[in-house]
């Protein structure tokens, strides 16, 4: 805008030519001049160098403006717009710590005693038939009958694996050998605990030296010791096969015989459990097998094993299913493992251990994560000697599961909808609230430029401006940002940027914590956006249609302060969101010169132009200027009707005169316009001429500094009182031709 006509206006060059002086020392010479100041020259509206109405190369401007391909011009800014992360998005998930106190449950009863086909005890001839066994060697005939009186045969004294037992469920198989000497019908057995009759079972047809078993099936709470039985037997007349021998009991076996309690040696015993731990909903819901949560970083500890079982644990695996490593399978789940070095020794304890979850993945549909136990006793009947043991099945192994410190590295699930400050929070102005004179918590966006252009234009109202925010974001989930814009121009105007009604951008309820110097902002104050996650990048943009922008720009903001927060996932539906969320917004201030004047807008600008050499009286010269006018002759190609002032000043830019004086104007009419484009389509040209009178004649020799103003006024083709919205091109120029045609009258004497 610099040199906007002052070039123009240069010194006039003065031609004068030599005359001849007549011999009568006392006259009066008079010389009419007209000089050509400017000839055919073009002024394009807008580029580089001195022949433009806008020097877009001035340091004022330096990045202002843009061109498109037609050469339509676009007042341009483009900001990175940093108002802050979206990381407080990402959700915190806690575990909450959980103590196992898995019992060793059910104990499983196999074998009573070491011996495989032993004796555990036995009964005689004599003690089952009451009959002498002298009388009856093999071949001697036996009479029929029973055994007088049951006969006892204590067996617990040889059942060296069993001591005592509370049974649950499950029976005991006994096996008998018949060395009698002759055959059994029947034989009934009672067996007892003590003196406590358990159960009862009978064996029939039992052959000389054959083996039988049965079972004796246990009701829950049995309790099994001092094992003994008693033995009634009934055999048909016969002859004795074999001399006289005794009925034996050769072992005894549980079948599915379970207890609540033992006192035995034992074989190796397995138990399981499993139970879950629960992750906290309140930001992040595992609602689908799928959803997961991939840890950057965290740990799980599992403190000290507490054994309270009088039984080694030889090998105990605790398995987290929902917690895996990569690639992720259920068969990549965490286990944990104790055995060998590491196994649980009998009333004893394991260390605390903890693992490193970096890289792991938690499933954990319904928020909670399941743990399991599986464990293996040493087996007590083997090794130099059986050793009895006491166990019970509330016997337990205790310890607790805690899952710390988690950093979510990326989360797929349902991601609780969540406000996220957009700015650094100053708790100077109290926690979660943002201010906009804050320079701490507001993100400033200057324009520079736009205060000079804002000096040099005055009356100018653009019709299609835009403000965009353009922007990358690697969130999967939507969100939604509601901010206040306010806009203040070089003379401390301010202005907010809203949404019109109705439209996506209106905001038409409270939002908590943006203020103003103190003061919660209106909802008519502020504006929303919605954040496209489904491309990674997206742009919003601001226009004349949807917002009130146009009033916004057309204040000329030289700066712009925002604050806002963003309401993430506020549907609180299933997504992803990756850590650290990327999120870079850049803003984007365009102002296309399609304008409408609704009062002339004025260019203003001042120059030096020493014009000292020029004749007057008032400065002592006998030369004096007696006549004097400017021609200027134009082509417009601008769509803009321009007025000219120009306005002389002296050393101290105090004004001296202006042309034009009142009743004569400088006057550009504006070029022809495209309805359809509002281009210009048809330059206008003309002539004028400015005369200067005798007092602004006299004066111009005090000329220090040129003032050039020049209003521009689009045509008013609706005759509303309103000018016409055009389009400038930075190729739409003015060409002017200027001259000057004075008259100097010199007395000599």
């Given amino acids: 805008m610099r040199k906007i006509f002052v070039s123009y206006l240069a010194v006039l060059g003065i031609l004068l030519s030599a005359c001849e002086m007549p011999d009568d020392p006392n006259f009066r010479t008079s010389h009419r001049i007209e000089a050509p100041v400017m000839y055919n020259k073009t002024f394009q509206f807008m580029g580089q160098g001195s022949n433009v109405l806008i020097d877009t190369t ?30 407080d998005a990402i959700p915190e998930v806690d575990v909450t710590p959980t103590t196992f106190d898995t019992e060793i449950g059910e104990i499983e009863i196999g074998s009573f005693s070491s011996g495989s086909g032993g004796n555990l ?128 009991v050769d072992s005894l076996e549980g079948v599915d015989l379970v207890a609540s309690e033992v006192e035995a040696a034992v074989e190796a015993q397995t138990f399981e459990s499993s139970d879950v731990t629960t992750l906290d909903n309140t930001e992040f819901q595992f609602t689908e097998a799928a959803h997961y949560v991939e840890l950057q970083s965290g740990d799980l500890m599992i403190s000290e094993i507490i054994n309270n079982l009088d039984i080694t644990i030889e090998n105990m695996t605790i398995s987290f299913p929902g917690i895996r490593t990569a690639p992720y399978a259920e068969g990549d789940s965490l286990v944990i493992v104790y055995n060998g070095a590491t196994e649980i020794t009998r009333n004893g304890s394991a260390p605390a251990r903890s ?142 940027l809203t949404g019109d009604a109705g439209s996506e951008y209106e905001v038409t309820t409270q939002v908590p914590g943006l203020n103003a110097n103190g003061v919660a902002l209106e909802p008519e104050d502020l504006i929303k956006f919605d954040i496209d996650t489904n491309t990674g990048s997206g742009s919003i943009n601001f226009d004349a249609s949807n917002t009130n922008v146009d009033d916004f720009l057309n204040n000329l903001p030289d700066q712009i302060r925002f604050i806002g927060k963003a309401m993430v996932n506020e549907n609180n539906e299933a997504g992803t969101v990756t850590s650290p969320i990327e999120f870079e917004p850049t803003i984007n201030v365009n102002i296309p010169l399609a304008l409408r004047t609704t009062q002339a807008a004025t260019f203003t600008d001042t120059t030096d132009q020493d014009l000292g050499d020029l004749p007057s009286t008032q400065n002592g010269d006998d030369s004096r200027l007696t006549e004097g006018r400017i021609i200027i002759d134009y082509t417009n190609g601008i769509p803009l009707e321009i007025d000219l002032e120009v306005t002389f000043m002296d050393e101290n830019y105090t004004p001296i005169t202006s042309i034009p004086i009142s009743g004569d104007e400088l006057k550009l009419m504006a070029s022809g316009i495209d309805q359809g484009t509002q281009f210009a389509n048809a330059p206008s040209s003309g002539s004028m001429q400015i005369v200067l009178n005798e007092s602004q004649l006299e004066q111009l020799y005090q000329t220090r500094y040129l003032e050039i103003s020049a209003w521009l006024l689009t045509t008013d083709t609706n005759s509303d009182g309103v000018g016409d919205d055009v389009r400038i091109r930075t190729t739409d120029a003015i060409t002017l031709s200027v001259s000057a045609d004075l008259s100097i009258e010199t007395e000599v004497n």
Avoid: C
């Fill in 121 to 248: 005890g036995e009964a005689s001839f004599q003690e089952i038939t009451g009959l002498n066994p002298a009388l009856f060697s093999a071949g001697t005939p036996i009479p029929g009958g029973q055994t007088p009186t049951p006969v006892n045969i204590q067996v617990g004294a040889n059942t060296d694996y069993f001591v005592s037992a509370t049974i649950k469920n499950g029976s005991v198989e006994l096996t008998l050998t018949n060395d009698l000497g002759f055959d059994i019908d029947a034989a009934d057995i009672d067996l007892r605990s003590g003196s406590t009759v358990i159960t009862t079972t009978t064996f029939n047809n039992v052959t000389h030296g054959s083996n039988v078993s049965g079972q004796f099936v246990f009701d829950n709470g049995d309790v099994l010791q001092d094992l003994n039985v008693d033995v009634s037997v009934t055999w048909s007349a016969q002859t004795s096969q074999d001399n006289p021998g005794s009925l034996i």
């Fill in 355 to 496: 693992m490193d979850l970096s890289g792991y993945r938690i499933f954990a549909e319904g928020n909670q994560v399941e743990y399991k136990i599986s464990a293996q006793t040493e087996n007590t009947q083997e090794g130099s000697g059986s050793e009895t043991r006491v166990i019970s099945e509330t016997d337990n192994v205790a310890a607790t599961v805690s899952i710390n410190n988690l950093q979510i590295a990326e989360a797929f699930g349902v991601i609780v909808s969540k406000e996220v400050l957009l700015g650094d929070d100053d708790p100077n102005n109290g926690v979660d609230q943002l201010d906009l004179y804050n320079d701490t918590e507001a993100e400033l966006t200057e324009i520079d430029g736009l205060e000079d252009l804002s000096d040099k234009l005055d009356g100018i109202e653009f019709t299609e401006p835009t403000i965009s925010i353009d922007y990358t974001t690697n969130l999967e989930v939507g969100a939604t940002v509601y901010g206040a814009f306010l806009g203040i121009n070089s003379n401390n105007e301010v202005i907010y």
């Fill in 58 to 87: 001035s340091s004022d401007f330096d990045s202002l403006f843009s061109v498109d391909g037609d050469n339509f011009i676009t007042i341009s800014k483009q900001e990175d717009f940093d108002f802050g992360d979206l990381n």
